[in-house]
C-alpha cells in the first residue's frame, strides 16, 4: 500500500574529487597512490510536490572492485563514465517509495541491463562488484534525501510506519531454516543501544612499514606517523586488520608474526587476516593458521576472525570452506554482492559477512537483516572511506551491531582530504584511544550537516 511519505528521485548531481594517498595502498596484485570519490545529490519529491535533497559519496576504488591487465587510468575512466550514465538514469527513474522501495528496485531491475549495455562499449567488462559501487552513491543519495523530507534521522524510517512492504517482499529464508521475514523491518534487527563511539580498526597494508630499518628520507614528513608502533601509540589502537598476500605462504605466515609480535608489545588485543581473495585451496589458510596454534598461540588468540581469503566471484568458485570456519569465524567481504550470496555462502561454510555501504546502503540493510537473522555474525568494512563517505559507514556499523567496532582508515592514506569535514565532525576523522566518536553526527537524514561543512566543489560532471 502507497503511503504519503513515499518519493521517487526528480534530478541529479554528480562530482568526482580526487585524493593522492600520502602513502600507497596495495590490493591484491595492484598498488595505489590516488583515489577519485563520486559524490551524488539527488532530488527526491513526494506525492505533495514536497522536495528535498540528499547526498551520498564512495570512492571509485578501482583496484578493489575490478582487478584486471587493463591500465589503471582505463579502468577510472570506465567507472566515472558509468557514473555519469547512472545519474541520468537515476534522475528519471519514475518509482515512487521508501528509498528502500526505490533503491531495490533500481538495483534489481535498472542496473543490470545498464551495466550490460555499457560493458558492450568496453574492452572488457566491468564487474557487477564496480557497478555497484558506482550506484551506492546515488542509492546512498537516497536514502539521506528521505530522511531530510522527513526531518528525521533515516535510521528512524525503516519501519512499517514508512515502508509498505516488510521484509519477505525482498528476502526468503534459507533451506530449511526455522526464519521467517514476514512483518519484520530492518529496525527489528538494530541494536537496541546505538554506540557513540566504535572499536576501530587500522589497515596494515602489505607495503606498510612495521620496522624502523624500513625507514627512509622520502618517506613522508607532514606530521602523521608512518610506522606502525607509532600508529598505534597515538591513536591508541586495539584492533588491527593484517593484508597478506593470499599467493605466498611463508610471507604471509611471518607478516602475521611480526605483526603479532607487534600486538603482543603495545598490549593490542585484536588482529584480522585479510589475505586479498588470492587463496584457491582452504588448506592455504588452514596451514597458517594451524601453524600459529604450535608455534604462536598467543598471535593465534588474537585473530578474532579471517576475511575473505577466496576469489571474489563465489557463483563461479563454490570452494567448500567449513574447515576455515571450524578454525576461525570466517567473514564474506568482496563476494557478498547482495544477501543471495550470503545465501550461497552460508551453505559452503561462511560464518560472517562484512557489510559495506559501497555497495549500496539498500543492499547492505538486506544483507544485514538476511544474516543477522541466519545467525551470521556482522562487520563493517572500510573502503577507505573519506569526507562525506564515511557518516553512512560508521551510522551501518553502530545500528548492526558488528563482532567487533568498525574500520576506519582514510585517516592513514589521505588525511587532510576530509579536513573541511573533520572541523564539524572531529571524532570522525581522528581516532583516539582506540575508537572513532560519531556523536557529532545529527539531524536529518546522515547527519553530515553539510551547511556547516565549508567545502568547495568542482565543476558538476552531470547536472540535470
Known amino acids: ?213 624500513e625507514l627512509s628520507d622520502k618517506d613522508p614528513k607532514d606530521g602523521y606517523p608512518v610506522l606502525l608502533d607509532d600508529w598505534i601509540m597515538v591513536d591508541g589502537l586495539n584492533c588491527l586488520k593484517v593484508k597478506l598476500r593470499g599467493n605466498d605462504q611463508a610471507w604471509d605466515y611471518q607478516r602475521l608474526v611480526d605483526i603479532g609480535r607487534i600486538a603482543i608489545k603495545h598490549d593490542v588485543d585484536w588482529l584480522t587476516t585479510d589475505f586479498n581473495c588470492m587463496v584457491t585451496n582452504p588448506a592455504y589458510v588452514n596451514e597458517i593458521l594451524d601453524r600459529l596454534v604450535e608455534e604462536e598461540p598467543q598471535i593465534y588468540g588474537k585473530i578474532l576472525y579471517v576475511e575473505q581469503p577466496f576469489p571474489y566471484e563465489l557463483e563461479e568458485n563454490q570452494i567448500d570452506v567449513h574447515s576455515v570456519s571450524a578454525r576461525k569465524p570466517l567473514f564474506m567481504d568482496e563476494s557478498a554482492h547482495d544477501w543471495h550470496l550470503v545465501k550461497l555462502g552460508r551453505s559452503l561454510g561462511w560464518t560472517g559477512v562484512a557489510l559495506k555501504t559501497c555497495k549500496t546502503q539498500t543492499g547492505a540493510l538486506l544483507s544485514m537483516c538476511w544474516a543477522k537473522s541466519h545467525g551470521m555474525t556482522l562487520m563493517v568494512q572500510d573502503l577507505t572511506n573519506p569526507m562525506l563517505a564515511i557518516a553512512p559507514h560508521v551510522l551501518l556499523a553502530a545500528h548492526a551491531g558488528t563482532i567487533m567496532g568498525v574500520e576506519c582508515n582514510a585517516m592513514q592514506f589521505y588525511p587532510d582530504a576530509s579536513l573541511p569535514e573533520e572541523k564539524v565532525h572531529p571524532g570522525l576523522y581522528k581516532r583516539r584511544n582506540g575508537v572513532v566518536d560519531l556523536s557529532t553526527l545529527k539531524g536529518p537524514g546522515f547527519g553530515y550537516c553539510l551547511d556547516q561543512i565549508q567545502r568547495t566543489l568542482p565543476a558538476p560532471a552531470f547536472k540535470s
Not at 4 to 14: C, H, K, M
Not at 23 to 40: D, H, I, Q
Not at 178 to 187: D, I, W
Open 1 to 213: 500500500m502507497a503511503k504519503t511519505t513515499d518519493i521517487r528521485p526528480v534530478s541529479a548531481e554528480l562530482y568526482f574529487l580526487h585524493a593522492m594517498m600520502r602513502v600507497p595502498l596495495k590490493f591484491g596484485s595492484e598498488t595505489l597512490n590516488s583515489v577519485t570519490c563520486g559524490r551524488a545529490m539527488l532530488v527526491v519529491r513526494d506525492a505533495a510536490g514536497r522536495t528535498a535533497s540528499g547526498w551520498g559519496e564512495t570512492p571509485l576504488s578501482v583496484g578493489w572492485v575490478w582487478p584486471s591487465s587493463l591500465s589503471f587510468e582505463y579502468r577510472e575512466k570506465a567507472m566515472m563514465d558509468f557514473c555519469v550514465k547512472l545519474a541520468a538514469a537515476w534522475a528519471g527513474f519514475d518509482v515512487y517509495g521508501h528509498p528502500m522501495e526505490v533503491g531495490h528496485a533500481f538495483i534489481e531491475k535498472q542496473l543490470p541491463g545498464l551495466l550490460e549495455e555499457f560493458n558492450r562499449t568496453l574492452e572488457a567488462p566491468m564487474p557487477h562488484l564496480g557497478a555497484l559501487v558506482c550506484c551506492s552513491l546515488f542509492d546512498i543519495a537516497l536514502h539521506d534525501a528521505y530522511g531530510k523530507l522527513l526531518g528525521k534521522p533515516v535510521y528512524e524510517t525503516y519501519t512499517g510506519e514508512y515502508m509498505s512492504h516488510d521484509l519477505s517482499h525482498y528476502l526468503t529464508p534459507a533451506e530449511g531454516a526455522a526464519v521467517s521475514f514476514k512483518g519484520l523491518y530492518p529496525c527489528d534487527f538494530f541494536v537496541k543501544n546505538v554506540p557513540s563511539k566504535m572499536p576501530v580498526w587500522h589497515l596494515v597494508g602489505g607495503k606498510d612499514f612495521i620496522a624502523v630499518s
